[in-house]
């Protein structure tokens, strides 16, 4: 296997552990992913740049919440993560940004699911609208045509903006594909009865 099959393999197996994950917990479902759905998990930032994301997908409730992951399947510390998580932080602000300038808020929430923690001294602070607004600011204000960043924006953004940290060892206790079905009859949180 060559390096780069090496590397997308490690990214299917971390979206794969995403999902898994996520919708073990019966509130999410992600049916599509970038490896075969790539046109529906793109959104469109200010710029008129595209951004894929790994998987897309819903939140269940009242209505459904829109959902887009971008899993990071890192397993040693270190690496581009940190760097990478800025401009996950600049994307869900300008896509949030292009959705009200275009008069329709979609509601969408911005998931980062990693098997490897980072910027642990800043942890508590990763999803601030302060962190949102210095990764447009100081990393990457491609994403902003005109340059100018709304608080408002900022405040909806970040709010709808998570980190999470799935680790391999997490799998021995999610359900399975059975119990999860057989859960998903008795709760009927994706409404099917």
């Given at each position: 296997m060559s390096a780069a099959e090496t590397v997308q393999q490690k990214g299917?197996?971390?979206?794969?552990?995403?999902?898994?994950?996520?919708?073990?917990?019966?509130?999410?479902?992600?049916?599509?992913?970038?490896?075969?759905?790539?046109?529906i998990c793109t959104l469109m930032r200010l710029d008129g740049k595209k951004k894929v994301y790994d998987l897309f997908g819903w939140i269940h409730g009242s209505p459904k919440t829109p959902l887009y992951i971008e899993s990071k399947g890192y397993d040693s510390v270190?690496?581009?993560?940190?760097?990478?998580?800025?401009?996950?932080?600049?994307?869900?602000?300008s896509i949030t940004a292009?959705?009200?300038k275009d008069g329709e808020d979609a509601l969408r929430e911005f998931w980062w699911i990693t098997r490897m923690p980072f910027s642990s001294t800043d942890w508590a602070d990763l999803t601030t609208a302060e962190r949102m607004?210095?990764?447009?600011?100081?990393?990457?204000?491609?994403?902003?045509?005109?340059?100018?960043?709304?608080?408002?924006?900022?405040?909806?953004?970040?709010?709808?903006v998570e980190v999470f940290v799935v680790n391999r060892r997490q799998e021995d206790f999610m359900l399975t594909a059975q119990e999860l079905a057989l859960v998903e009859s008795t709760l009927n949180r994706k409404g099917m009865k």
């Open positions: 299917i197996d971390g979206a794969d552990l995403a999902k898994r994950w996520l919708e073990s917990t019966t509130w999410i479902e992600l049916p599509f992913d970038a490896y075969h759905n790539a046109p270190g690496g581009k993560q940190a760097k990478e998580f800025w401009e996950f932080l600049a994307n869900a602000y292009k959705d009200l607004k210095t990764a447009l600011e100081e990393h990457h204000s491609e994403v902003l045509p005109d340059g100018d960043i709304d608080v408002d924006t900022l405040a909806t953004a970040a709010a709808r």
